[in-house]
């Protein structure tokens, strides 16, 4: 792959870094509007508008799940997505400003990700644990490449 491709696939990951940081800033602050609500009957009526049966495990799981919920630990799940967002942002930025200290956080975030995506293909292979993985190990196998063709430049200097 030329420089100028390896260029245009840089940029393509750093869309994808700013995609995933854009959903969980969303994210979070439709966590924030949660406060101050009974999660409770809000989550049941969920199920119910969804014609769901509240006694079966997953609408009953979510209704637990969300009944657990309070206002401290939605601030704590909103300001996680807010941290999360943000290392995100700045590395999409560093990968269009072709930055060497996003690159290696691009390599080690994607590695990252790598083992908990092949156990989830090992316990249940979907399309969508395929898809992450090797989007993930493209973007890797992506960023390393850039990084040794640096090296390698940098070496001949």
Not at 43 to 69: C, G, Q, T, W
Not at 115 to 128: L, M, S
Request: glycine letters at 6%.
């Amino acid at each position: 792959m030329t420089s100028s491709g390896l260029r245009k696939s840089l940029d393509v990951v750093a869309a994808i870094e700013a995609a995933k940081g854009t959903i969980v800033l969303l994210a979070g602050f439709g966590l924030l509007g949660l406060l101050h609500r009974d999660l409770h009957v809000w989550s049941s009526e969920i199920v119910e508008h969804l014609h769901l049966n509240p006694a079966r495990k997953y609408p009953h799981i979510f209704i637990d799940l969300m009944s657990s919920l309070n206002d401290r630990r939605l601030w704590l799940m909103a300001g996680m997505a807010l941290l999360y967002s943000t290392i995100r942002f700045a590395e999409a930025y560093g990968l269009w400003k072709q930055k060497i200290w996003a690159e290696w956080l691009a390599l080690v975030g994607g590695c990252i990700y790598l083992p908990p995506e092949a156990y989830a293909i090992y316990q249940k292979a979907t399309v969508i644990h395929v898809s992450a993985l090797v989007v993930n190990l493209v973007i890797v196998l992506l960023v390393a490449k850039v990084l040794l063709q640096k090296r390698k430049t940098k070496q001949t200097q």
